[in-house]
């Protein structure tokens, strides 16, 4: 019916469009890079100077020899001494991740509203946005490196997730007062407070 043909002109055809520009773009991009399309510069890096694992299931290769002492310093001391396979390494990791991300993401000024982060569990409206994000951090949770801008595409869905939280932090009432009103009130000014500070600590 029009619905379906409305959602295949304005959605669906466009998503295909972009996708395949993009897809083509990349793929020639590697192409030129590493000669085939198929092939990320990433991966040459890896095999190239890289003796670690990516995933944490998966046992390290020998200690490769490098030209430069940086290298030779970067990967095979600080490297070592990353991650340990181990119920205990994977801790750390896990442990660091989930440190990052807070940093990175939220940090001070946005803890206040995730701390409503179990209502919005129960909330209907962020069911989808929930399995994304779930799916996402799982993912990444199998890898041994990271950094915060690894979670990038996942900013949208983070964001959404706090509005929704800073909503339930509004509704909150405490002996009858709305307490959660003010507190979400709040969080502006924290975060202008924040800002001086998180310029000043940058290098």
């Known amino acids: 019916g029009p619905p379906l043909q409305v959602f295949l002109a304005r959605a669906a055809l466009p998503l ?11 793929g020639y991009y590697f192409w030129r890079v590493t000669g ?31 030209t430069h002492r940086v290298m030779q310093d970067f990967y095979n001391q600080w490297f070592r001494g990353v991650y340990t ?25 946005l803890t206040l509203p995730v701390v ?3 209502r919005v569990l129960r909330d209907r409206r962020t069911r989808l946005l ?13 890898e041994i490196w990271f950094q915060p801008h690894y979670a990038a595409p996942l900013t949208g869905a983070l964001l959404a ?36 500070i998180c310029l000043a600590a940058r290098p």
């Not at 972009?18 to 083509?24: D, H």
């Not at 396979?85 to 000024?109: C, H, M, N, Q, Y």
């Not at 509704?171 to 003010?182: F, I, V």
């Open 116 to 118: 409503m982060f179990p």
């Open 161 to 196: 997730l706090v509005v929704q939280s800073t909503r339930h932090l509004r509704q909150w009432r405490w002996r009858g007062q709305p307490s959660g009103l003010a507190l979400s009130r709040a969080i502006p000014l924290v975060c202008l407070f924040m800002l001086p």
């Open 36 to 66: 085939s399309p198929f092939r990320m510069p990433y991966q040459v890096n890896r095999d190239t100077y890289s003796w670690r694992s990516v995933f944490l299931w998966q046992s390290p290769g020998p200690p490769r020899e490098y």
């Open 85 to 109: 396979p181990s119920i205990e390494g994977i801790a750390d990791v896990t442990l660091d991740k989930i440190r990052l991300l807070w940093i990175f993401f939220f940090g001070p000024a």
């Open 16 to 26: 295909l469009l972009v996708l395949v520009v993009g897809t083509a773009a990349t």
């Open 130 to 142: 929930l399995i994304v994000c779930g799916v996402f951090f799982a993912g990444l949770a199998l």
